[in-house]
């Protein structure tokens, strides 16, 4: 394969993943309605054969595991959402994921901060 077939290959992933994060971010917000918290698709993985995709959400003030559990329990209602929104051939199936970065930026500069308070005193 030569460069530009691995070029244009990871270009039509690249659009892939944002069509995906787009359309499942709107597919989950029915099945998340009454739940605590901020849901926010912040990746989408799609593998390279194209038959699968990591959803990686991000949840901020929720319990994680409950919304987890709710996006994984209404799977096929999403799934059939994002299948019918799409017009590709073979459509990704859906995995996902909790993406803990945010969270882990948040607790660096908390403890970043509090070290500046401490110096100050």
Not at 15 to 23: A, F, G, I, R
Not at 47 to 54: E, F, L, M, P, Q
Not at 59 to 69: C, R, Y
Not at 72 to 83: E, F, L, R
Request: charged share 30%; glycine share 6%; aromatic share 4%.
């Amino acid at each position: 394969m030569d460069r530009q077939s691995v070029n244009n290959k990871a270009n039509r992933l690249d659009k892939l993943n944002s069509l995906l994060q787009q359309l499942v971010g709107e597919a989950i917000r029915p099945h998340l309605e009454g739940e605590n918290g901020l849901v926010t698709v912040t990746k989408v993985e799609t593998s390279g054969d194209t038959k699968w995709a990591k959803v990686w959400v991000s949840i901020v003030g929720g319990d994680d595991d409950k919304i987890l559990a709710t996006l994984k329990k209404n799977i096929y209602d999403i799934q059939g959402d994002v299948n019918r929104k799409m017009t590709l051939k073979l459509i990704p199936r859906l995995q996902f994921h909790l993406d803990t970065s945010p969270r882990y930026a948040q607790h660096i500069n908390n403890l970043i901060q509090k070290i500046h308070e401490e110096d100050e005193q």
